[in-house]
């Protein structure tokens, strides 16, 4: 299960920025992946869930997870976006670019980033 050493990095990371803007409570962090980073949603949350449970800063704080699209890098056009279908009866992974049709398509990996991190700063 990833998911909890990926919730884990999160929490470490979160509570370092927190440190940083002295905040007293963090609310809400949002993290974005692509579909390739194989994330289960419902583990993720339940991953951070359990590791926020002794941490008083995270106390009642929200996790969203936004799913990025697929998206490609064409090779004879260079378009980068969504492909227009993926895979084909030969390979399980050869996505087809929208803009021009050709196959020869690289996956553009967008790994787990956090987005944003709503905190509460006593000003």
Do not use: W
């Amino acid at each position: 299960m990833h998911e909890y050493s990926l919730a884990s990095a999160i929490v470490n990371q979160v509570k370092q920025i927190a440190i940083e803007h002295k905040a007293l409570k963090v609310n809400k962090v949002t993290v974005s992946a692509d579909p390739y980073e194989m994330i289960i949603p419902e583990l993720l949350q339940d991953a951070f869930k359990i590791i926020i449970t002794e941490i008083e800063l995270f106390q009642n704080a929200h996790l969203e997870l936004l799913k990025l699209p697929a998206e490609i890098i064409c090779l004879e056009c260079e378009f980068k976006g969504e492909p227009s279908e993926e895979g084909d009866k030969e390979f399980a992974y050869n996505f087809k670019c929208s803009k021009c049709g050709s196959r020869d398509t690289h996956l553009n990996i967008r790994h787990l980033t956090i987005e944003s991190v709503d905190l509460e700063i006593l000003e």
